[in-house]
């Protein structure tokens, strides 16, 4: 039976070197969302058996010494690789409840890879919040695609932000992550810059003042702008740069593969440059 509970926002715990980031991250949001949080753990597959280190990424307890002699090893048997994920999120546990966080914290241990067990808290999460680097070979564009659910990916350590960049390219993407941010509690007091890259074309100024009047009407504090440029990733990496933007937030791979193809991902070099937290929204 499963202990997953709807609504929850998830807490991938597979990149060591993000996990106190990952954590405090979840916690930020879940408190906003009022949400429990899952900690999540999956199993590494038995071509990616060997030791991950672990060791110092929440020093709270005395199990920080058992963390430290798992990953001394060169390799894992399964049994170890179970035992180590257990003590990770029992590290996990105890850290959330040392920082006084208030909501329901529930663990979920999985033997199957990181994409599977994305899969299997995907639709019934309201937020996924996962560490810029993974331990999984697939990259971590892979596991955005796949994804139905919101997911954050946080650098470390993570600062909670009081702005946010809203990149508005007016497709199906962006209008559905629109919709979102005027119901979701999570930017609820975050000032909120919706960005448009384009021509200042009466269509782009019509679009994105419609979208600019739609959060007002939400009730979140925002401001609008027009960037006329032909590199959308390098002109929202230098606004959100120039105005001390603390969260960066776009829809999924919203282009088509044949402009990814030729022209290169928006997304992909969103991940690359952006060193803040980054929220993406599934593609429509």
């Given amino acids: ?51 991950i280190n672990y060791s110092g990424c929440l020093t709270i307890d005395n199990e920080s010494a058992m963390l430290d002699q798992f990953t001394s090893h060169e390799h894992l048997s399964n049994c170890e690789l179970k035992a180590q994920g257990k003590l990770l999120l029992h590290q996990a546990t105890a850290y959330c409840e040392q920082q006084q966080h208030k909501r329901k914290t529930y663990t979920l241990h999985r033997h199957e890879n990181l994409n599977q067990s994305i899969d299997y808290v995907d639709e ?88 600019y009047a739609r959060l007002k009407q939400a009730g979140i504090c925002c401001k609008k702008a027009l960037l006329d440029s032909r590199d959308v990733s390098a002109a929202l990496h230098y606004y959100q740069s120039e105005n001390d933007i603390g969260l960066l937030m776009t829809g999924a791979f919203g282009q088509s593969r044949l402009r990814e193809l030729l022209r290169g991902s928006d997304t992909e070099k969103l991940l690359v440059s952006t060193k803040t937290p980054y929220l993406l929204f599934p593609k429509a």
């Fill in 124 to 211: 019934k999460s309201q937020l996924i919040v996962i560490g810029h680097h993974v331990t999984c070979k697939s990259k971590l564009s892979q596991l955005i695609r796949l994804s139905h659910c919101p997911i954050l990916v946080t650098h470390a350590p993570f600062l909670p932000p009081t702005t946010a960049l809203f990149a508005f390219d007016n497709r199906a993407t962006s209008h559905k992550l629109l919709d979102w941010l005027c119901k979701t509690p999570l930017v609820r007091s975050l000032t909120i810059h919706i960005v448009m890259v384009g021509k200042e074309t009466s269509a782009n100024c019509d679009a994105l003042r419609e979208a």
């Fill in 1 to 51: 039976m499963s202990n997953l509970k709807p609504d929850s926002v998830i807490a991938c715990l597979d990149c060591p070197d993000h996990v106190q980031a990952v954590l405090d991250a979840s916690m930020w949001a879940s408190m906003r969302m009022q949400a429990p949080v899952g900690l999540l753990h999956s199993v590494p597959t038995l071509q990616q058996k060997a030791a």
